[in-house]
């Protein structure tokens, strides 16, 4: 090899995967009974974020529980024009098959999308790929020597990384918010040498209680 030569920069799988993040706002916490209200999905390549490629809808559900509305603000005049799961479950699988689901909680939502799947259209959708940036900031800590006993809420993420809480609406900002940290995250996993198959490995969450 001449001297002159430059020798060759390996780039890191982690910017070349396609991302989805993911955020519902639901009726309630049990996906055994409760329902979908909302869904935003905002690709992703590597750490560039593709938000004006984002999908957002609100979701008519078969049973509206009022007592949810202090969470999501949503309410029943909101989604009385909006369309059932079953007319945009197609829609949802076209946009996120084949990705790395990425949200916070982002167990809670895949149970959600498992059961509308099946209950709405008879369909099985169980994602082998996704992360929570819960999960993956706390290995992110760990690798810096600091012992993490407790789950890191959403809040404290966002003050981290400097966002102000007052961009907070609904689904869609809580996915765009979701989409800058992990856009921030994959640039530290990068320093670290992590792989697509470590971001798996660690932001991996089995429980969402």
């Known amino acids: 090899m001449g001297g002159n030569e430059l020798s060759e920069v390996v780039q890191s799988d982690l910017e070349k995967t396609e991302f989805c993040v993911i955020d519902l706002e639901t009726t309630g916490l049990n996906p055994k009974k409760d329902e979908i209200l909302a869904i935003a999905i905002i690709p992703m390549i590597g750490m560039r974020i593709h938000a004006g490629k984002?999908?957002?809808?609100?979701?008519?559900?078969?049973?509206?529980?009022?007592?949810?509305?202090?969470?999501?603000?949503?309410?029943?005049?909101?989604?009385?024009?909006?369309?059932s799961f079953e007319e945009i479950g197609e829609r949802i699988l076209e946009l996120i098959e084949g990705k790395v689901l990425i949200g916070f909680a982002t167990l809670f939502d895949i149970e959600f999308l498992k059961k509308s799947f099946k209950d709405k259209m008879k369909?099985?959708?169980?994602?082998?790929?996704?992360?929570?940036?819960?999960?993956?900031?706390?290995?992110?800590?760990?690798?810096?020597?600091?012992?993490?006993?407790y789950r890191l809420d959403f809040d404290t993420i966002m003050k981290t990384y400097g966002i102000s809480e007052s961009t907070r609406h609904d689904a869609l900002s809580d996915a765009y918010i979701t989409a800058r940290i992990f856009q921030k995250q994959i640039s530290k996993l990068i320093e670290y040498n992590a792989t697509i198959f470590d971001l798996v490995r660690v932001g991996r969450r089995l429980f969402y209680f």
């Open 54 to 83: 984002h999908y957002y809808t609100l979701i008519k559900p078969k049973k509206f529980r009022y007592k949810s509305i202090e969470f999501h603000g949503i309410c029943p005049r909101d989604i009385s024009p909006a369309p």
């Open 123 to 149: 369909k099985k959708f169980s994602p082998e790929r996704y992360a929570d940036i819960a999960e993956i900031e706390a290995w992110l800590l760990r690798k810096k020597g600091m012992a993490i006993t």
